[in-house]
Every structure is written in structure tokens, then in C-alpha cells.
């Protein structure tokens, strides 16, 4: 009896629930009911296999972008304001002779621990120009330009930082940027910043942009977001606007004569008095510099002060060859000193040198050109690492790479031949930055062929001022260039 109390109970508690669903369903016809939950089942079924596609794709994708980072590091550099009573000076240093100069030129900097930010040296056989950004207080830059003018083989030193000049610097940068729509984004920045393509990868994008500072910075911190793998920065290079030039005597007695009271036909050859001759007295001299005999007078007041476009070496030994070295070093005064000390203490001749904040924070990029074998060169790199704030050392030379060189030029121009040189400059691809009454200055980007060539053109028009950054490289990730199809052998067509 118990047991069948308990099982009505259960029947009548059922019946009831399924009189009340009952009754909050809507009247509609028994077949309509019945048929209307078979769609709602279909429709529910390929919902849940198109979601489940959709997240299987979303993870592989999450997979791929975390064995592209696997393979790279990534960074941020946000810049930093200066310290209080700190402020950036632009320096120009002009060297006669450029055996062991740079080693001098850096201790100079290093001795009085103030900090290089950048530091651009157009070399060539028998002169460099230097243009270095140094930060300090007004009392620390006036030492140091007092000091430079103190060096045996300095032609003149002037802070250019007050004066109107032209200023511009280069930047290659290699991007994270697998194809899709963040290489379309890339793109499309970098047309936006006129920058150009020089390398595409599967997984990268390799740039190279050049601009004054405000423009290279701002295009680094736009593409910030993609993830910068490696960027190698040039110095700073700069020409003073319209017909100025640097000042060749600055530091010396004797002022040099104004560009306006100085003809055209004087513009390409200069008097001794417009390059300075540097007085034989005891009384001009520094208590750096000697009187020596007539017969051994010859040396700096002998070199012209307008540098070339490239260095010149053809006299290479043939079994040397210039490699190309990207060395990574902690922001710490008087580390630049410690890397070029170990070449000029074995008196390795540096061909190429540009000094440019790296894509780490807290980090610079030191690339050198130098000539020498590949055993000679392995055991500099071996004695670089052995220095206490050298990062990374690495030899680009036996694998493909990218390297640029920027150049400005300031060319004698007459209002009648402005037309050839606009031609010149388009054959050239050259921005012209620069157009005065009697003068014009270039931008030109490339290789040391490329700058040879446009310097043989406008030598007749008269050249009369020619800034250099080093060479500046990145490797390449697609890792093909012209040398490595020339060791690989290729389809024959006979």
C-alpha cells in the first residue's frame, strides 16, 4: 500500500507539471508543433561545428605567432627628456689625416665621461669629417671643442647648433610582419613616410627611411606596435643652408673670408687664404703643435677641406677584404673609445664608422667597415667580446646583408644650370633639400658606387662641400643578394 501511495503521488506531481507547460505554450496546430523544433536542431548543429572551426583556426593562428616569436625578440625604446641643465650640442670636426684619429677624437670624450649620442665619420684615405651629438651642460661642450683644437692633425672644430643647417640621418629597420593585413599596414606607413622595401621575408619587412630626427623617431615609434626586431641608425650629418659653409679656420687666428664676398669662379678654387694656411709661428700655435723646418712644412694646411664621396682605397691589398662588423654596446661614456682602441692598437685602418642608438633601450649600434682576412678579422671579434660593455659582436660579411650610406652634397649652381642638376637629381633619384642664389644641396641614398658616380658628375659644376654617414647593415632574412647568386650555380641556358 505504501508503495503504490508513493507511485501515484509521483504520477499525479508529472501530470500536473505537463498540464502547466501546456498552458504556457501558444495555440498553434499539433503538426506545427511537432516540426518546429527539427530546424531549430539543424540550425544549432552547424552553428557549433562553424564555432568550433573558427576556434581551431584562431589557436593555429596563436600557435604560428608563438613560433614567430619563439624565433625573435622584439623591443620597445620610448625616448627620455634630458636631465636638468643638459642640452644637445652638434659638433663638426674636420681631420686632415685619419690614421688613429678616431681612437683620439672619442678619448677626448671619454677622458671628460661625456656621453656621445650619435656620431656620423665620412672617411676617406687623408681626411674625415666628423659630426658628433654630444649631451652635457653649455660649460662641458666648450671644453670639449677647447680639447679637439688642441689635436696635432684637426683642421677646424665649430658647434653648429645655433646656425641654420640642414640635418638628416638614416635608419634601416627590420619589422615583424608576416603576410596579411599587418604587412598591407606596414606598407602602407611606410609610403606614407617615404621610406623603401629593401628586404621582405615570410615572416619580416626590412626598411630603410632617412630624415631629419623628428621624422626617423616618429616612424619608429609608429611602427612600435608590429614589434621592431633590429634597427641600425646613422649619426647625424649636417651642412649649413644657402651659400655658409663650415667654417675651415674655426679655432684658428686667422678668420676665413665670407662665401658672399667670394665669387662663383672662386667657390671651386679656394685662395690659401680661404682654406686657412696655418701660420709657422711659435706665437699662433697651441702647445700641441710644433715649428719644424721649412723643408718638412708640408701636412694639414696642404689637404683640401671638402672630403669626398668615398673612401678611395683602390691600393687594397688583394688579399684583403673589407668586412662589415655590427657591434652592439652599453649607452656608458667612453665605450666607443674602448672599441676603436682595440683596432688602432694593431693598427687596423677603419674604412667606415657609424655610431646610432639601437632598438633596445639602454643600447647603441657601433658598424665598421674594416679591411683585413678573415682570420685577422675573427680574432678582433674575439678581443671585442672580451670588452666589459660590448653586448654582441657579428661579423656580416660571409652572409647576405643590407647596407645603405647617406651623403649630402652642396654643389656651385648658377640660376641657368639648375634645370641639369634637377635632370641629374631625378637619374639619381637625389632629394634636393636645399636651393640658394649660387649653390644646391643633395640628399643622395645608396651604395659607394652610386655616390662615386653622381661625384664624377657634378665635379665640374664644383663641389663644394660633401657630408658622409658610415655605412650602416642589417643581415637579410630572405638571404639572397648579389655576392651569394655569384657562389651558387644557377640554370644553364646552353
Not at 675651415?248 to 673670408?257: C, D, H, L
Request: charged share 25%; hydrophobic share 40%.
Amino acid at each position: 500500500m505504501l508503495f503504490q501511495r508513493i507511485n501515484n503521488r509521483a504520477a499525479g506531481q508529472a501530470a500536473a507539471a505537463r498540464a502547466q507547460q501546456s498552458t504556457l505554450l501558444p495555440a498553434f496546430p499539433a503538426p506545427l508543433l511537432a516540426s518546429q523544433p527539427q530546424p531549430a536542431l539543424v540550425n544549432e548543429g552547424v552553428g557549433s561545428r562553424r564555432q568550433r572551426r573558427e576556434v581551431k583556426a584562431r589557436v593555429a593562428a596563436e600557435n604560428d605567432a608563438a613560433q614567430e616569436g619563439e624565433s625573435y625578440d622584439v623591443y620597445v625604446n620610448q625616448p627620455k627628456p634630458l636631465n636638468e641643465g643638459e642640452e644637445k650640442r652638434i659638433i663638426s670636426v674636420f681631420v686632415a689625416d685619419e690614421s688613429g684619429m678616431i681612437n683620439r677624437v672619442a678619448g677626448v670624450f671619454a677622458r671628460r665621461s661625456a656621453n656621445i649620442e650619435s656620431l656620423a665619420v665620412g672617411l676617406t684615405v687623408d681626411k674625415a669629417l666628423f659630426t658628433i651629438v654630444v649631451t652635457g651642460n653649455p660649460v662641458t661642450v666648450v671644453n670639449l671643442v677647447k680639447q679637439l683644437q688642441k689635436l696635432v692633425k684637426v683642421r677646424y672644430v665649430e658647434d653648429i647648433t645655433e646656425s641654420s643647417r640642414i640635418e638628416r640621418e638614416m635608419m634601416i629597420m627590420k619589422l615583424r610582419a608576416p603576410p596579411g593585413p599587418d604587412r598591407t599596414e606596414v606598407l602602407q606607413l611606410a609610403q606614407i613616410f617615404r621610406a623603401r622595401v629593401v628586404d621582405v621575408s615570410d615572416r619580416s619587412l626590412t626598411l630603410v627611411v632617412s630624415g631629419d630626427p623628428g621624422k626617423c623617431m616618429a616612424m619608429q615609434k609608429v611602427m612600435g606596435k608590429f614589434g621592431i626586431i633590429e634597427i641600425a641608425r646613422t649619426g647625424r650629418i649636417c651642412l649649413k643652408r644657402g651659400e655658409q659653409l663650415l667654417e675651415p679656420g674655426a679655432g684658428f687666428n686667422s678668420p676665413p673670408r665670407p662665401l658672399a664676398t667670394m665669387s662663383i669662379d672662386d667657390l671651386g678654387n679656394p685662395s690659401p687664404n680661404d682654406t686657412l694656411v696655418i701660420p709657422h709661428t711659435a706665437e699662433a700655435q697651441d702647445n700641441d703643435v710644433y715649428v719644424v723646418d721649412d723643408a718638412e712644412t708640408s701636412g694639414v694646411w696642404e689637404v683640401s677641406n671638402i672630403l669626398e664621396s668615398t673612401y678611395q682605397g683602390s691600393n687594397q691589398h688583394k688579399d684583403f677584404e673589407a668586412h662589415t662588423l655590427n657591434i652592439e654596446v652599453l649607452d656608458v661614456p667612453g665605450v666607443l673609445n674602448q672599441v676603436t682602441s682595440v683596432f688602432a692598437r694593431r693598427g687596423y685602418n677603419v674604412q667606415s664608422l657609424a655610431v646610432g642608438s639601437s632598438e633596445r633601450e639602454g643600447r647603441s649600434r657601433i658598424c665598421m667597415m674594416v679591411p683585413g682576412t678573415q682570420p685577422d678579422v675573427d680574432k678582433l671579434v674575439r678581443q671585442l667580446y672580451k670588452l666589459v660593455f660590448v653586448e654582441s659582436v657579428k661579423d656580416l660579411t660571409p652572409e647576405p646583408y643590407v647596407s645603405q650610406e647617406l651623403v649630402l652634397c652642396k654643389v656651385k649652381c648658377s640660376v641657368a644650370q639648375r634645370g641639369e642638376l634637377r635632370d641629374l637629381a631625378a637619374i639619381f633619384r637625389c632629394n634636393i633639400l636645399d636651393v640658394s642664389r649660387s649653390t644646391m644641396t643633395f640628399e643622395v641614398l645608396g651604395k659607394e658606387e652610386k655616390m662615386k658616380a653622381l661625384s664624377d658628375l657634378l665635379e665640374p659644376y664644383g663641389i663644394l662641400e660633401i657630408a658622409r654617414t658610415g655605412r650602416v647593415a642589417v643581415s637579410r632574412e630572405s638571404q639572397v643578394d648579389s655576392k651569394y647568386l655569384e657562389r651558387m650555380q644557377r640554370h644553364r641556358v646552353l
